[in-house]
């Protein structure tokens, strides 16, 4: 087992980034840099090696995949490569025999700007927190059972926009559409049109897949690491008035197609095996495809900021539906992964009110807005507020790894004819 601290690189004491964790991301080195073009990295403390010039000088052998400008050619060659890859790359960082070689290869963190990781094929959220769905039933169908009948049966779904994934620290423009008669202006009983009001955050964890699976076969829960190269945050944002009115009968679009962030670092499978726990107990027992074959629950706690200040702390440990579940649904029906997909979890809610993954529950539909320091509050999202997710695991030496971070700031709305009106 690698202690966090067996590393020669200078890693600050409880750094979330230690020589157990490694994540993979994209980076565009500053002015100063020897190339302008993007190229892949691992991170270690406050620190990025670059890995293709490790490539390059012969210190790694990925088959020339860590030359690329982004990860997708590297995750389609599956968990015997990725397990090599890594194992190369904590020795390089822990031998001393490798500090002479490895040193001028690593880029300090701050003098980097961070791009979107991996080429996205495919995005897939899911609504697999038991908590969220009871509470927003709650709040959309009062007095009514909060879950409906085919919840406890599946991991329900949808399809959202693979080009409209961004990078974490790409502002987010406060998206306009189609307002139903219940947010519609004063007087006007009809559906207008106009930019969301109602601007919340889902805090949620994404999957990315690495090696395909075939149209017409399925991928078994007993699959998932063989198929899932790693895990980033992810923000998917939603815009709760526009999704109202177009949810029924066939579920969101407009209103979260707008933007969904993730984190710059997609955190290796390997890096998160002491996070795994076993999945809730599920009742009624689930159809035979979906049983799970190892612990796919993950031992994450997230935190969501609002303007620097923290106002929720999601546990992701209680998810309902793990993520091999997630997985073995998607393509239950024959449909194909490809590299790069990426399938989310949907808002991670817990059972407190201070574990509450998403703006609607935390001030529960405006009914109990958020009040930050400054004195002002929140019943959803101001033009210029930042929001920002963050997320730690217990890590293979006994301490914490982190996830990264995925942060968003809020930009007015440019409707097309509709300047001048609130947003």
Known sequence: MTRADATWAEVPAGSPFPVGNLPYGVFVPGAAGPRIGPGIGARIGEAVLDLRAAEEAGLVDAGGTLRAGVLNDLMALGRPAWTVLRRRLTELLTDPAYAGQVR??????????????????????????REHAENLGRLLRPGTEPLLPNWRHLPVGYHGRAGTVVVSGTPVVRPCGQLGPAGGRPGNPGPTYGPS?????????????????????????????????????????????????????????????????????????DALAAARVEGPAQHPPVLPYLARAEPWGLDLTLEVALNGTAVARPPFRGLYWTPDQQLAHLTVNGAAVRTGDLFASGTVSGPAREERGSMVELAWNGAEPITLPDGSTRAFLADGDTVSITATAPGVDGGRIGLGEVVGTIEPARCLGCQGRES
Do not use: C
């Open 104 to 129: 001028p290869l690593l880029r300090p963190v701050a003098e980097v700007t961070m791009r979107l990781p991996f080429e996205v094929a495919d995005y897939v959220d899911f609504y697999s927190s």
């Open 197 to 269: 009001s109602r601007l919340d955050i889902e805090a949620e964890v994404g999957f990315v897949v690495g090696v395909p699976s075939p149209l017409g076969g399925q991928v078994a829960t007993a699959d998932f690491a063989a198929h899932v190269f790693g895990v980033v945050l992810v923000n998917d944002w939603s815009a709760r008035d526009i999704q109202a009115w177009e949810y029924q009968p066939l579920g969101p679009f407009l209103g979260k197609s707008f933007a969904t962030s993730i984190s710059p670092w997609v955190v290796p499978l």
